[in-house]
């Protein structure tokens, strides 16, 4: 059973950061997409970021292009997102997610799924 647990998650002021952190209990992460979603309070869960298997850059929503930057470490089996010049729209809980299962990268069928990490921005 592949189990993802997230965390680096919090209460921040705007225009502030934060990273947060996705560790996977599986085997090899190499071969898998990975990808953060979030999901606001009375919203869909979104597309945040992702990164391919072996990429250097990743995949943004627009709203975060510029601010945010994925990255994976596949000796560490972890994913991360660095979140800078947050804004109060981006409180949710944030979510990590592996294993596309095919269609756009966009979209929410993943195979695993984390419990998620609370971020809250302040004004």
């Known amino acids: 059973q592949v189990l993802l647990v997230e965390s680096g998650g919090g209460l921040v002021q705007a225009g502030g950061s934060l990273r947060l952190s996705c560790k996977a209990s599986i085997r090899n992460t190499r071969p898998y997409t990975m990808a953060w979603f979030r999901r606001a309070p009375g919203k869909e869960r979104e597309f945040v970021a992702a990164i391919s298997p072996g990429a250097a850059d990743g995949l943004y929503e627009d709203s975060v292009k510029g601010r945010f930057t994925i990255s994976r470490d596949n000796a560490k089996k972890t994913l991360s997102l660095q979140m800078t010049n947050v804004k109060p729209e981006d409180t949710a809980v944030y979510l990590c997610?592996?294993?596309?299962?095919?269609?756009?990268?966009?979209?929410?069928?993943?195979?695993?799924w984390g419990q998620g990490t609370q971020v809250t921005v302040s004004a």
């Open positions: 997610a592996a294993q596309k299962l095919g269609g756009d990268i966009r979209e929410p069928n993943y195979g695993y």
